[in-house]
Structures are given as structure tokens and as C-alpha cells.
């Protein structure tokens, strides 16, 4: 090393220090500034998240695929063990749905009738789409899943995500290929329902724990352990009579429900499009000029 | 002796291993378990990754390099954005700030301090995530999860130990 560049290293090495420390503080303050813009601008973030994940999609796929192969192995060996209960089983729950069933088209001539003795408005139509989760989110503050499908399949935002058993959640947010589904366990869950026979109006508010809670029941409303709660289609966002649950206890802190989803075996979700027609296209084209 | 253009390429890629291996890592992590209540038992990779070459290869790991994991880490994982950012940046900067005692600790010892900076890091994900989202936020999922990070940790210690020796022992630079 000659003297020249022994001096110029002399002068540079505080500088690169210097340069360091200054670009920590700065990296801090960009921090704390996408911090601000993800409370300032939600949609811009959300759409950043989406497009990500839909970049993400194929390779979601590819490892989920094992899983599920993995997954279904197992229950398949399962199963087999068990052929001959599980065939008895579901021969006598067969023959109980097929009562179910007579009585089902029974009440539902019943309900035409009536409902056309008392000239009623007919429902408006459900469309469903079946979509398979092939992720989850690795976070400890948000209980959401991603399901393959996006817009192109007809998913749209707001629609409700259902299993077999019942109310899973709602879509968050679509891509091309790719939707989030937030849990009706999150804390950012707000469901409007009717609990019970008197089917009392109450929010179902998600706090991360596996049971939601009852918010807004008018006071005096009696509740008991085991009853029912289903979405009551206020808001005109979900159709009302989903299956969500029922009340696990109550107690003078509150009332918990008990979803009826089975959440360790999420598979695939039903998403029904609840067509009202303009309700939410108008909320959004009156919220528009505002922004 | 000015090396080739080759030499140049392969000793950049060399360089890039870090980064790479920690983004995948990333990646893997939230491929799906089937169960939304798997979700605060996965290690917390990122937080891993950034100290290990925060003490082993601090040229490799440069601040930049840390601010961009936290960032696919928030964007990945609905974290409120900017909160992982901010905990890796801090763990980051600690290991810098104490470069003579991680230079000399031994695995023990690191992993102690791991569990030290690691708790930091989750309080403060989760203070930011409270202060973000507006309401006091459950705190036990965040215990599981360093927990969960801990228990971990002498895996991908191992590997990142195997990985460094298989790309990087050639321009290993003195302790």
C-alpha cells in the first residue's frame, strides 16, 4: 500500500462510519414513516399486500399441494380403519336426513305458499364459489387464510365464507389469483347476527380467541347456553340465516359464542355472493366524491 | 492479481447467500398448516436470520438488506407495516453496538442473548401493533411465538452455520 491510498483510507473509514450511522437513522425514520402511511392510506397497503401475494400464488400452490396430499393420506388410513362404523353411521344419518328431507320440501311448499298468500319480495339470488385454502397467515395479531381464487372466479370483496358447518369468515380482499379471508375471530370482525329463538340483534365481535363475543345486545335480552346464532343480514353485506354458532357462556363480562367451524381442518371454503342489487356499489359511489 | 469477471460474479453471488437464503426461509414459513390457530406457534424466522449474520457477517447483513426483510415480513405476514421493520432494524443495531461480546460469546451465550433481544423485539411488535391497531391487543400469542423462536433457534443456527461454511468460508473475514 503505497502512501497515497493509505491516506485516502485514513479519510475514508470515518466517513463510512459516519455514512453507516446516517443511513440506520434514516432506514428508523422509514419505518416509522410506512408505519404513518399503513394507518393513512389502508388501500394503498392492501393493494401493495395483494399484489405480493398474487406473485407469491403459484409457489403457495406448489407447497400446499404435498400438504394436502400429507393431510388427506392420513385421513384416508383413518378412515379405512374405521369402514365399517363409519358406513353404519352414515347409514342411519342418512336415513335421518332423508326425514329431514321430506320434511325440508314440506316446509318449503309451505313457506311458497305463505309467502305467496302475503304477496312477499323473493330473496334475491346466491351465487357460490368453492375455493380451497392454500394458506394462512404466519402472524400472531391476525387470524386470516388465503383461498386460491380471485377475481376472476367471481370472488368478490364482502362476500361471505362458509364450510360445511358454518359461517368461516368474510373476503378482506381479492386478487387476480389469490383472496384473504378474515376469520370471524379476528379482532377486525364485526358480524351483525340474531341470537336464539327471540333471534335478539347483537354484533359478533372477534378478539383473536377462538370465541368470539356478543356486543350491542339490548339490555334485558336472556340468553342461555346453546343457543343459536346465525348472521341476520343487517348491513346487506351477508344473506341472513348463515349458521355461526352458538352461545358457549355468559357471563356479567359478556356473552362468548362457540363457532361452529371447525377451525383445524379449513380446507375449503364456500363464498356466496349475496347479489342486492346496488346496495354496496351505491354506499361506494356516495363515499367516492368525499375522498 | 485483478480478478475475473467470472471471480467477480461468483464471489457477488457468494455474498447475495444471506439475503437469500433468509427471503426463502421467509417464504417457506407461511406456506399453509391448515389451521389459522397454527398461526403464533411459527418461529419468527426473519428475527433469526438477521441476528445470526448480524453477528457471524455483519458485511453481509447490511442495515438496507434488514430494512427490506422486515418489510416483506410485515407485507407478508398482515403485521401492522413498519412494526417488524422497526424490531429487526433495533436487533440489528444491538448486535452492532456490541460487536466485542458477540465476537468472543459462544452458542450458549448467543442464544441467551438471542432470547434477550428476541423478547425486546416481540414487546415491541407488540406495543407498535397496540398502538397501530388502537386497542390493547392479546399478548399471549407474542410469548408463544418467542417461545416457539427459541426452541428453534439451534436449527437454523445449524444450518446457517453449514450454509456460511459451504459459500462463504473462502472470504471469511477475521473475528
Same mark, same amino acid.
Given at each position: 500500500?503505497?502512501?497515497?491510498?493509505?491516506?485516502?483510507?485514513?479519510?475514508?473509514?470515518?466517513?463510512?462510519?459516519?455514512?453507516?450511522?446516517?443511513?440506520?437513522?434514516?432506514?428508523? *425514520? /422509514?419505518?416509522?414513516?410506512?408505519?404513518?402511511?399503513?394507518?393513512?392510506?389502508?388501500?394503498?397497503?392492501?393493494?401493495?399486500?395483494?399484489?405480493?401475494?398474487?406473485?407469491?400464488?403459484?409457489?403457495?400452490?406448489?407447497?400446499?399441494?404435498?400438504?394436502?396430499?400429507?393431510?388427506?393420506?392420513?385421513?384416508?388410513?383413518?378412515?379405512?380403519?374405521?369402514?365399517?362404523?363409519?358406513?353404519?353411521?352414515?347409514?342411519?344419518?342418512?336415513?335421518?336426513?332423508?326425514?329431514?328431507?321430506?320434511?325440508?320440501?314440506?316446509?318449503?311448499?309451505?313457506?311458497?305458499?305463505?309467502?305467496?298468500?302475503?304477496?312477499?319480495?323473493?330473496?334475491?339470488?346466491?351465487?357460490?364459489?368453492?375455493?380451497?385454502?392454500?394458506?394462512?397467515?404466519?402472524?400472531?395479531?391476525?387470524?386470516?387464510?388465503?383461498?386460491?381464487?380471485?377475481?376472476?372466479?367471481?370472488?368478490?370483496?364482502?362476500? /361471505?365464507?362458509?364450510?360445511?358447518?358454518?359461517?368461516?369468515?368474510?373476503?378482506?380482499?381479492?386478487?387476480?389469483?389469490?383472496?384473504?379471508?378474515?376469520?370471524?375471530?379476528?379482532?377486525?370482525?364485526?358480524?351483525?347476527?340474531?341470537?336464539?329463538?327471540?333471534?335478539?340483534?347483537?354484533?359478533?365481535?372477534?378478539?383473536?380467541?377462538?370465541?368470539?363475543?356478543?356486543?350491542?345486545?339490548?339490555?334485558?335480552?336472556?340468553?342461555?347456553?346453546?343457543?343459536?346464532?346465525?348472521?341476520? *343480514?343487517?348491513?346487506?353485506?351477508?344473506?341472513?340465516?348463515?349458521?355461526?354458532?352458538?352461545? /358457549?357462556?355468559?357471563?356479567?363480562?359478556?356473552?362468548?359464542?362457540?363457532?361452529?367451524?371447525?377451525?383445524?381442518?379449513?380446507?375449503?371454503?364456500?363464498?356466496?355472493?349475496?347479489?342486492?342489487? *346496488?346496495?354496496?356499489?351505491?354506499?361506494?359511489?356516495?363515499?367516492?366524491?368525499?375522498? | 492479481?485483478?480478478?475475473?469477471?467470472?471471480?467477480?460474479?461468483?464471489?457477488?453471488?457468494?455474498?447475495?447467500?444471506?439475503?437469500?437464503?433468509?427471503?426463502?426461509?421467509?417464504?417457506?414459513?407461511?406456506?399453509?398448516?391448515?389451521?389459522?390457530?397454527?398461526?403464533?406457534?411459527?418461529?419468527?424466522?426473519?428475527?433469526?436470520?438477521?441476528?445470526?449474520?448480524?453477528?457471524?457477517?455483519?458485511?453481509?447483513?447490511?442495515?438496507?438488506?434488514?430494512?427490506?426483510?422486515?418489510?416483506?415480513?410485515?407485507?407478508?405476514?398482515?403485521?401492522?407495516?413498519?412494526?417488524?421493520?422497526?424490531?429487526?432494524?433495533?436487533?440489528?443495531?444491538?448486535?452492532?453496538?456490541?460487536?466485542?461480546?458477540?465476537?468472543?460469546?459462544?452458542? *450458549?451465550?448467543?442464544?441467551?442473548?438471542?432470547?434477550?433481544?428476541?423478547?425486546?423485539?416481540?414487546?415491541?411488535?407488540?406495543?407498535?401493533?397496540?398502538?397501530?391497531?388502537?386497542?390493547?391487543?392479546?399478548?399471549?400469542?407474542?410469548?408463544?411465538?418467542?417461545?416457539?423462536?427459541?426452541?428453534?433457534?439451534?436449527?437454523?443456527?445449524?444450518?446457517?452455520?453449514?450454509?456460511?461454511?459451504?459459500?462463504?468460508?473462502?472470504?471469511?473475514?477475521?473475528?
Amino acid at each position: 500500500m503505497n502512501k497515497r491510498t493509505g491516506k485516502v483510507v485514513r479519510l475514508a473509514t470515518p466517513l463510512k462510519a459516519w455514512t453507516q450511522r446516517f443511513a440506520f437513522l434514516l432506514l428508523v *425514520g /422509514a419505518a416509522l414513516g410506512l408505519m404513518l402511511l399503513g394507518k393513512a392510506d389502508t388501500l394503498l397497503i392492501e393493494r401493495a399486500r395483494t399484489q405480493l401475494v398474487d406473485a407469491m400464488a403459484p409457489l403457495l400452490e406448489a407447497v400446499s399441494e404435498p400438504v394436502a396430499t400429507v393431510n388427506d393420506t392420513v385421513a384416508e388410513m383413518r378412515d379405512l380403519a374405521r369402514l365399517r362404523e363409519i358406513n353404519a353411521m352414515l347409514r342411519a344419518e342418512n336415513e335421518r336426513l332423508l326425514d329431514w328431507r321430506r320434511e325440508a320440501i314440506a316446509l318449503k311448499a309451505q313457506n311458497a305458499a305463505l309467502g305467496d298468500l302475503l304477496k312477499l319480495t323473493p330473496d334475491v339470488e346466491r351465487r357460490y364459489v368453492t375455493a380451497r385454502v392454500i394458506g394462512d397467515q404466519g402472524s400472531a395479531f391476525v387470524r386470516s387464510v388465503l383461498v386460491a381464487g380471485g377475481s376472476g372466479a367471481g370472488i368478490a370483496k364482502g362476500q /361471505a365464507a362458509l364450510t360445511g358447518s358454518g359461517l368461516a369468515g368474510r373476503v378482506a380482499e381479492v386478487g387476480e389469483r389469490i383472496s384473504r379471508v378474515l376469520l370471524v375471530t379476528d379482532i377486525n370482525s364485526r358480524i351483525p347476527v340474531q341470537v336464539g329463538p327471540a333471534r335478539s340483534r347483537a354484533i359478533m365481535a372477534g378478539d383473536n380467541s377462538p370465541q368470539p363475543s356478543l356486543l350491542y345486545l339490548l339490555p334485558g335480552t336472556s340468553l342461555q347456553v346453546g343457543d343459536r346464532v346465525t348472521t341476520s *343480514g343487517h348491513g346487506g353485506l351477508f344473506p341472513p340465516g348463515l349458521p355461526v354458532g352458538e352461545v /358457549a357462556e355468559v357471563t356479567d363480562g359478556g356473552v362468548r359464542v362457540r363457532p361452529y367451524v371447525d377451525w383445524n381442518h379449513l380446507d375449503y371454503l364456500r363464498l356466496v355472493g349475496y347479489e342486492l342489487p *346496488g346496495l354496496i356499489e351505491d354506499f361506494i359511489a356516495q363515499r367516492a366524491p368525499a375522498r | 492479481m485483478q480478478p475475473t469477471l467470472w471471480q467477480r460474479l461468483d464471489s457477488f453471488a457468494r455474498a447475495l447467500t444471506p439475503f437469500v437464503l433468509t427471503v426463502l426461509l421467509l417464504l417457506v414459513s407461511m406456506t399453509p398448516v391448515r389451521s389459522p390457530y397454527l398461526a403464533p406457534v411459527i418461529p419468527s424466522i426473519a428475527l433469526i436470520a438477521v441476528y445470526y449474520w448480524s453477528v457471524f457477517r455483519p458485511d453481509l447483513m447490511p442495515s438496507g438488506a434488514v430494512f427490506l426483510i422486515g418489510l416483506l415480513h410485515d407485507l407478508i405476514g398482515v403485521a401492522p407495516l413498519g412494526s417488524g421493520v422497526l424490531a429487526l432494524l433495533m436487533v440489528h443495531a444491538a448486535v452492532g453496538a456490541q460487536r466485542k461480546f458477540f465476537a468472543t460469546a459462544g452458542f *450458549g451465550l448467543l442464544w441467551l442473548a438471542f432470547a434477550v433481544l428476541a423478547s425486546a423485539a416481540q414487546l415491541l411488535i407488540w406495543l407498535l401493533s397496540c398502538l397501530l391497531i388502537g386497542r390493547l391487543v392479546d399478548l399471549s400469542p407474542a410469548i408463544l411465538q418467542v417461545a416457539v423462536t427459541l426452541a428453534i433457534y439451534p436449527c437454523l443456527f445449524w444450518l446457517f452455520g453449514r450454509c456460511q461454511q459451504l459459500f462463504l468460508r473462502e472470504a471469511e473475514p477475521v473475528r
